[in-house]
């Protein structure tokens, strides 16, 4: 899928009511997102030709491929260790350009929302089950498995099914996506904007 589109349609649901994680049923419609949810739902959307996991662990252990936070790019699954206090991941959302990313806050009566991407050091908790320090904890590029290979899932504009490479010919940067994202958020009307709240 054009990564473009893909970021764009994610963009749609900006104002989407959010919802606490209930169970795996809940939390992946239009009626109320989690953080795992919205990812869920979207990855479906998209038509991703794989099984699509249902929880933020489930995506960090088994899903994509890691990305050094340098080669960062749109369109990447971003997670962070909040509540259980970098012990593991507990919630994600997707980088929309190298500085934003958006996710469902996971929280009854927030939306959908746009937040900028910051480093925060994580308080350390004094737990021998402390293994992350630093806020975000992981990125991961959306892959689809093909044999023993991994294959980007999001292309460019000018690439086509026929052009995925295998992760052993490197990553993919996406220097029109932010253009994409400026036009999708301006159809918005300004939603985003005004939709920089916190987690």
């Known amino acids: 899928m054009e990564r473009q589109l893909f970021i764009a349609m ?5 104002g989407s009511p959010s919802i606490k994680y209930k169970d795996a049923c809940e939390g992946r419609t239009v009626s109320g997102f989690d953080c795992s949810g919205f990812v869920n739902f979207l990855l479906s959307e998209a038509e991703y030709p794989g099984a699509v996991p249902r929880h933020c662990n489930e995506f960090f252990d088994s899903f994509g491929l890691f990305v050094h936070d340098r080669f960062r790019s749109a369109g990447d699954l971003v997670f962070f260790s909040h509540k259980s206090k970098g012990r593991f991941p ?4 997707i980088l ?15 939306v959908v929302c746009v937040k900028k991407l910051e480093q925060e050091k994580i308080e350390d908790c004094c737990s021998d089950a402390q293994i992350f320090c630093v806020n975000p904890v992981g990125i991961k ?5 093909n044999g023993r290979h991994q294959q980007m899932f999001l292309t460019h504009l000018s690439e086509g099914p026929e052009s995925m490479q295998s992760s052993s010919n490197g990553v993919f940067e996406s220097p029109r996506a932010d253009a994409a994202v ?12 005004s939709s920089h709240i916190g987690a």
Do not use: N
């Open 10 to 14: 994610a963009l749609k649901y900006l």
């Open 141 to 145: 590029r959306i892959t689809v498995k």
């Open 90 to 93: 507990d919630h994600m959302g």
């Open 182 to 193: 400026i036009c999708a958020l301006s159809l918005k009307g300004g939603v985003a904007e």
């Open 96 to 110: 929309i350009s190298r500085e934003e990313f958006i996710h469902s806050p996971g929280k009854d009566g927030k």
